[in-house]
């Protein structure tokens, strides 16, 4: 199982982890920022991780 955090207060709701993750981990949330609500459908592939141009994820296996 991984962990999936994000740092809300550098979240630029640019969409990117939305748009990347091959398991719809994320929606962006009614405040325009990501909202991690299927964590628990995470495959720990990192692409999110990746991708972020804030660096505001971290995955973690638990
Ligand atoms: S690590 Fe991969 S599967 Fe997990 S939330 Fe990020 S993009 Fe999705
Ligand atoms: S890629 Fe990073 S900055 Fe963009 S919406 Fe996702 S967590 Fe926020």
Known sequence: MFFVK???ERCTGC?????I???Q????GPDGK???Y???ECVG???C??????KCIEVLEI
């Not at 969409?15 to 748009?19: A, K």
């Open 15 to 19: 969409g990117e982890c939305v748009n």
């Open 34 to 36: 990501t909202d991690p």
């Open 21 to 23: 993750c091959p398991v």
């Open 45 to 47: 592939c990192m692409s």
């Open 25 to 28: 981990v994320f929606q962006l």
């Open 6 to 8: 994000v740092d809300i």
């Open 49 to 54: 991780v990746e991708v972020c141009p804030e």
């Open 38 to 40: 299927q964590a628990g």
